[in-house]
């Protein structure tokens, strides 16, 4: 990374995949059972899939898993406990570091926006190599997952509306596409170039 205007985002303290979709439509209940916390994440430019014995589990955001959420830009998605913290304070400690369903979160203090992220993110893995992850773009909050956080099954479309509103921007995370391969595990560090 010599040479490059890089510089450290944070540490990876959590990693994570959904087995199905934790919502199906605009009015459906979100469904955070379906996140399960992993070890380690074999990510590929197809999207991401956890080893478990001599298979693996693949994520709902993989373009091959059988009701694939893949769009061609959130094979990867990254969370910051930054904004747990946030979101604990204005919507109470149900909001538990991960239940956003980010593929990774990431220790790192305050709000990060879009901008903070710069054009290509890399992550420095622990056995000496790089994974690069490029095309970052906020994660856009969706109405089941404002309702989870408000806890409200039918809030005022007033207070619905305020919601989502704090929570974009990069709040509920930022989904990226894998340029290449690797295994993610706890302790990788997260790098942006400007």
Known sequence: MAGSRWYELGTVIRLQIELDRIKENASSRYRDELIRPVERLLVTPAGVLAPLG??????????????????????????????????????GAHLTVGIGGES???????????ADLGTELLFELSGGGT??????????PCAPFT????????PPAARLKEGLQFLDDGMRGFKVMPAGGGELVAGARLHARL
């Open 54 to 91: 001599e298979a693996f589990v693949v994520d709902v955001h993989h373009a091959t898993h059988p009701h694939s959420r893949s769009n061609g830009t959130n094979h990867l998605s990254i969370g910051f406990t930054g904004h747990y913290e946030a979101m604990q304070a204005r919507f």
């Open 104 to 114: 990774v979160v990431v220790e790192r203090a305050g709000r990060m926006s879009l």
């Open 131 to 140: 994974l690069a992850v490029a095309h970052p773009a906020v994660m856009h």
């Open 147 to 154: 309702r989870f956080c408000l806890r409200e099954d039918e």
